[in-house]
Nanobody, 121 residues
Framework: QVQLVESGGGLVQAGGSLRLSCVAS????????MGWYRQAPGKQRDLVAG???????TYVDSVKGRFTISRDNAKNTVYLQMNSLKPEDTAVYYC???????????????WGQGTQVTVSS
């Protein structure tokens, strides 16, 4: 069974940075695409960034140029570097293991517990 454990969230002022980490176990990490999602109170969970098994990346427009997704297959870990944070980035962030189909990231049913990111203005 796949297990995903996120960490790195916290409280930061607008303009600050955080790096989220997600350690995966129970699957062949290097063969899977990985994604970061976020969910704000009262809103649906949306994809923020994805990275394929070959390190191709995709981002939602609102984070392009500010967030960077990366992976370390030796550590079974995917990262999300978040710079120039804005109050609207406040949400619970989740990682997911999935796959790409025709350039679109498709999530699996495996989710971590989430890590809270709060950006104060």
């Amino acid at each position: 069974q796949v297990q995903l454990v996120e960490s790195g969230g916290g409280l930061v002022q607008a303009g600050g940075s955080l790096r989220l980490s997600c350690v995966a176990s129970g699957s062949i990490f290097s063969a899977n695409a990985m994604g970061w999602y976020r969910q704000a109170p009262g809103k649906q969970r949306d994809l923020v960034a994805g990275i394929s098994a070959r390190d191709s990346t995709t981002y939602v427009d609102s984070v392009k140029g500010r967030f960077t997704i990366s992976r370390d297959n030796a550590k079974n870990t995917v990262y999300l570097q978040m710079n120039s944070l804005k109050p609207e980035d406040t949400a619970v962030y989740y990682c997911n293991t999935g796959h790409y189909f025709s350039g679109t990231y498709l999530p699996s049913d495996y989710w971590g517990q989430g890590t809270q990111v709060t950006v104060s203005s």
